[in-house]
């Protein structure tokens, strides 16, 4: 019978904290029996790993929804993709913190009826519409 991490007869090795059997805890789960006592055991995660398995559902979740086009207007594609997926942990960060500036900058317009400025320059969106109606009649 396997000593389990919760037994009496667990030692200093065989503890949750152990990086050896927390690495093999999906390995335990599947070999036990549905009987064992091993499935109530519960790993946890340390910070570093909460913000990775955290950065990578908001990518998962997000990835169809054009975050990865608005990231790459500041990041390489390459980088990207690692953002989305959680491993890059800083570029994450800053990037979702720039992403929700530029969202509330975008909201805070819309709220207060004032224009946002683009290339340091504010356009009136009538004027902007009269030149997407000329270029569309010349095409």
């Given amino acids: 019978m396997p000593v389990h991490a919760s ?7 065989d503890s949750p904290a152990n990086p050896e059997l927390r690495d093999l805890q999906p ?3 599947e070999s036990e029996p549905l009987t064992s006592n091993t499935k109530a055991i519960v790993f946890r995660l340390g910070g570093l790993h ?5 950065l990578g559902c908001v990518g998962h979740l997000m990835a169809e929804s054009g975050l990865a086009q608005v990231l790459e207007v500041v990041y390489a594609e390459n980088a990207v993709k690692h953002i989305l997926s959680g491993k890059a942990i800083a570029r994450a960060i800053r990037g979702h ?5 530029a969202l509330n900058a975008i909201l805070a317009a819309n709220a207060y009826k004032i224009t946002i400025p683009i290339n340091g320059e504010c356009y009136d969106e009538s004027i902007l519409h009269q030149d997407l109606g000329k270029a569309k009649s010349l095409y």
């Fill in 7 to 13: 037994s009496p007869q667990a030692g200093p090795s």
């Fill in 50 to 54: 909460i913000q990775t398995s955290y």
């Fill in 97 to 101: 913190f720039i992403v929700h500036a």
């Fill in 27 to 29: 390995l335990i789960i």
